[in-house]
T-cell receptor, first 114, second 111 residues
């Protein structure tokens, strides 16, 4: 069964600190993995996308890593800001359908305190 | 951020009412999607469309229906809303790649 598991479920950090969010998946065949940021009451917005051959991708203070062998990804946030408070969702796309089926994790709810 | 819009953003209605959630995109995307998301849970695909006059049910069974008469519009309708329909509904669209661009969502509460 294609699944995406994220940890931790929620996380509280102080402003300026770094944090790392984890994502494990069983989706096969694998096409790509995305990290989305979803602010409360908003739709998800894509942060990074990585294909099988990429093992790291940065977008400002966000750095995502991918280990396609172990089917694990992480999202590292550097020097956190209050605006980073959001849900971070790991999304994996399979290669097996023209639909471009996406498999969503439940997200990690990050809260940044001043 | 992509040009995809949803209205209304928030809706509180009574049981038994008929409602239509609007979704429109200005990117000319052929593919459009409706997802349902409960708090703290993952998004579940309830409907999708490959193009005009093409609609399919998604993974999660839903009593809602959709239509795709025009490329840019993908409205979702509930003929008789119930409290169990209370949720957030997210619309998304995509082009030739599998990237999906999401709207801001409609938070529906059925009393």
């Amino acid at each position: 069964k294609n699944q995406v598991e994220q940890s931790p479920q929620s996380l509280i950090i102080l402003e300026g600190k770094n944090c790392t969010l984890q994502c494990n998946y069983t989706v096969s065949p694998f096409s790509n993995l995305r990290w989305y940021k979803q602010d409360t009451g908003r739709g998800p917005v894509s942060l990074t996308i990585m294909t099988f051959s990429e093992n790291t991708k940065s977008n400002g203070r966000y750095t995502a890593t991918l280990d396609a062998d172990t089917k694990q990804s992480s999202l590292h946030i550097t020097a956190s800001q209050l605006s980073d408070s959001a849900s971070y969702i790991c999304v994996v796309s399979d290669r097996g359908s023209t639909l471009g089926r996406l498999y969503f994790g439940r997200g990690t709810q990050l809260t940044v305190w001043p | 951020e992509a040009d995809i819009y949803q209205t209304p953003r928030y809706l509180v209605i009574g049981t038994g009412k008929k409602i239509t959630l609007e979704c429109s995109q200005t990117m000319g995307h052929d593919k459009m999607y409706w997802y349902q998301q409960d708090p703290g849970m993952e998004l579940h695909l309830i409907h999708y469309s490959y193009g005009v006059n093409s609609t399919e049910k998604g993974d999660l069974s839903s009593e809602s229906t959709v239509s795709r008469i025009r490329t840019e519009h993908f409205p979702l309708t509930l003929e008789s809303a119930r409290p169990s329909h209370t949720s957030q509904y997210l619309c998304a669209s995509g082009g030739t790649t599998d990237t999906q661009y999401f709207g801001p969502g409609t938070r529906l509460t059925v009393l």
